[in-house]
């Protein structure tokens, strides 16, 4: 049996109060895709948030690599972050950057890798990600496609045990959806831990091991993608498939 | 990190609140004051150098120095004392707060002993029995006559002066226009905002002298010996100072040394200092303000740019009580700041702070300018870092960035892109506003203009050209700003 890389034990989040994620309990092992999908406003990309503690949890606990991040100090929670890398529905890159600063910033700045290795490094990932001539331009001249395949560039110049991903396509024009995932598909492909939370249905079909099915605050359903999409369990997951795939 | 410049910041702060509580502590006991003054072999002599011919401003081999009878009765002192004579300049009526701040030893300027003035600070003898006189344009002559002349019209006076004073009291329906000094008065005079000019018998002699189209009357003012005498001041309870003095001062008076010596040597710097009046003759006095307004802008923003941003952290900080605090600590720094005139602060800096630890004026300008400029900068720089978007800090964190590391590599260069005009403007702002230091004796552009003035009798040319030369220090400083501008925008 391998051990799990996130561990989370019945974790809550409540905003002013109000709560959002009720008692989830679940773990992802090393090398598995997670695709969280549910209705919009269940929690999903708060659930993301708190796995590397971008959200700090109400109650209950979120371990990685055997570590309870929420008993850690902030310097080992920074360090263990590193160690998770992560893509944002806006892409967030710093638009003060080129493309290659953009990517060299948190190697050197965090690991204290040489300029001349962050860049080595940098252009492979840019060739990874198709996008190895637009090195010297500025995020504000990429379109939507081009900026989140940089973004996951970026965080995988850290060198990620997983890479999470909150809605990566859903800013995107349709014509520039494929590009994302493709890039995504090659991640899983060669063996990324990934946790996912998408409206992509296709990709969760057919990219991932496990589909996390949410809503109201739970995970209501965990299951592999067949029999998830052929025998939803939960009335809140018949309902949800019946919307969307009509 | 931020905790230790949060408590750093306290510390300061609460340093600051207490000092600005303390009261002087009066050393009635023993006086030393004596002993102090041949122990340091220097002698402190504060002047407003603007009034001719008992002190002003001349060129002397290419250097600027203070001149007059008040230095030569001032030089006579340290003499008698043997110890060596320093002269600081100021406007009058920052005189008597220096001397009970101890940033002078003694005051030499033209004062009365008026019994207001005893009560603060003790006197020596009289060495100079003078008289008012007023000037007015030659073009009113035979208009005015004396002080009861001016019915319905203005008359000014110094400010901080007896004859401001007794002006506003000895007459009827005459409005006193007062100023800082001489040389604005006369220039008031020439452009017809004062039908006269109220001030001691010398100065007005040493105007007319020089200038044709000025003639005096006599003043008519019904005043004491002590009003129109004038004499060294000490700081109160000094005796022993005072008592040596008082030989060297009898001493002026018995041999008449004033009328025989002093005045004559003062009128020779008067003559040959009016043969060249052109603002290019005083390129150096000109030059000499424009580099005291750079270094004091520039230290001032460096300065002042720091503590801003320490200003805006803490302003940002939340969560632990000491951030809290900081956050309480800094909001009030830059409420009373923006709050209180920077002139005021300049003067609390200089007088206030002079009363623990003795700051050159210059030191004291660029302080109190870069606290305020700081409280300004630290607003500036806030708006920045909430302007850039909250994705950033979540991005940097995400790539295991800490809270420190991402504020520096990424929130603050976008922060200061965003707000680079506003910091350019306070630059700019900071170029005009450094002539606040004028006031206590920075030859920064206001003041050397203030000295040519006073220096050549013309009022309006020096204003042009110190017009001119801020306007070239600004709009340099704005193409700069703008080039750089340029080149970081990327976004």
């Known amino acids: 049996m391998t051990k799990p890389i996130i561990e989370v034990k019945n974790l809550a989040k409540e905003f002013d109060g109000n709560p959002v994620l009720k008692d989830i309990t679940e773990q992802v092992n090393p090398g598995q895709v997670i695709v969280v999908i549910g209705p919009s406003g269940s929690g999903k990309s708060t659930f993301l948030r708190c796995l590397n503690l971008l959200e700090t949890p109400t109650s209950g606990q979120v371990a990685f690599d055997g570590q309870d991040l929420t008993t850690l100090d902030t310097k080992r929670v920074n360090e263990l972050r590193e160690q998770m890398g992560m893509v944002f529905q806006g892409f967030n890159l710093f638009p003060n950057m080129s493309v290659l600063e953009n990517i060299k910033l948190a190697p050197m700045k965090v690991k204290g890798v040489s300029d001349a290795d962050a860049t080595k490094r940098a252009h492979e990932l840019l060739q990874q990600v198709n996008l190895d001539d637009h090195a010297d331009a500025f995020p504000s001249s990429l379109s939507g496609g081009q900026k989140q395949r940089v973004a996951i560039a970026r965080a995988l110049a850290m060198d990620p045990k997983v890479m999470l991903f909150d809605e990566p396509t859903s800013a995107l024009d349709p014509e520039m959806v494929g590009e994302v995932l493709n890039v995504m598909q090659d991640l899983a492909t060669q063996g990324m831990t990934m946790v996912v939370v998408t409206h992509e249905m296709g990709f969760a079909k057919s990219v991932a091991d496990r589909i996390w099915f949410m809503a109201d605050g739970y995970i209501q359903e965990n299951s592999t993608p067949d029999d998830f999409f052929a025998h939803p369990q939960t009335e809140r997951a018949q309902d949800f498939l019946s919307k969307i795939l009509m | ?491």
């Open chain 2, 1 to 491: 990190m931020i905790k230790k410049i949060c408590l750093g910041l306290l510390l300061s702060c609460a340093l600051l609140m207490g000092l600005s509580l303390t009261t002087p502590t009066v050393h009635a006991a023993t006086d030393h004051s004596l002993t102090t003054v041949q122990k340091k072999g220097t002698l402190v002599m504060g002047t407003a150098p603007d009034y001719p011919p008992y002190e002003f401003e001349t060129t002397i081999h290419g250097k600027t120095q203070v001149v007059g009878m008040d230095v030569a009765v001032g030089q006579k002192i340290a003499k008698d004392l043997g110890v060596k004579l320093v002269i600081k300049s100021m406007s009058f009526d920052s005189l008597l707060v220096a001397l009970q701040t101890g940033k002078v030893d003694m005051v030499i300027s033209g004062m009365n002993p008026t019994p207001a003035r005893r009560k603060n600070v003790a006197f020596t003898h009289t060495y100079y029995q003078g008289g008012y006189s007023i000037v007015i344009n030659k073009s009113d002559q035979g208009r005015y006559h004396d002080k009861d002349s001016f019915k319905g019209q203005n008359l000014g006076a110094q400010t901080g002066t007896t004859l401001y004073n007794e002006s506003k009291r000895q007459t009827t329906n005459t409005t006193i226009k007062g100023m800082t000094t001489i040389s604005n008065l006369v220039l008031a005079l020439q452009s017809h905002k004062v039908a006269g000019v109220a001030m001691e018998k010398p100065s007005a002699k040493a105007y007319v002298a020089n200038n044709k189209q000025l003639v005096m009357i006599p003043s008519h003012f019904n005043l004491s010996a002590a009003d129109t005498s004038t004499a060294v001041a000490f700081k109160k309870g000094s005796t022993a100072l005072v008592t040596a003095a008082n030989q060297s001062v009898d001493q002026i008076k018995h041999q008449d040394l004033i009328n025989k010596n002093y005045l004559p040597a003062a009128g020779q710097y008067l003559k040959t200092n009016t043969v060249n009046t052109s603002m290019w003759h005083y390129w150096k006095a000109f030059l000499t303000g424009v580099k005291y307004t750079l270094i004091i802008t520039v230290c001032a923003v460096f300065f002042g740019f720091i503590l801003g941003v320490l200003l805006a952290l803490l302003r940002l900080g939340h969560g632990s009580l000491l951030q809290t605090a900081g956050r309480w600590l800094a909001t009030a720094y830059v409420e009373f700041i923006r709050g209180t005139p920077m002139m005021v602060q300049v003067m609390f800096v200089y007088f206030g702070l002079g009363l623990i630890v003795n700051l050159p004026a210059l030191t004291s300008g660029i302080i109190a300018i870069a606290l305020n400029s700081g409280a300004y900068v630290a607003e500036y720089i806030r708006g920045g870092i909430n302007s850039v978007d909250a994705g950033q800090t979540e991005a940097a964190r995400s790539l295991g960035l800490s809270r420190t590391a991402a504020l520096r590599y990424v929130i603050l260069p976008q922060a200061l892109q965003n707000i680079w005009p506003s910091l350019g403007n306070e630059f700019i702002t900071l170029i005009k506003d450094s002539s606040i230091v004028s006031i206590i004796g920075v030859s920064e552009l206001i003041y050397q203009s203030n000295i040519v003035r006073s220096d050549t009798y013309r009022g309006v040319a020096p204003i042009v050209v110190i017009m001119v030369l801020y306007f070239i220090l600004t709009f340099t400083a704005s193409r700069l700003l703008n080039h750089f501008e340029k080149k970081w925008q990327h976004a």
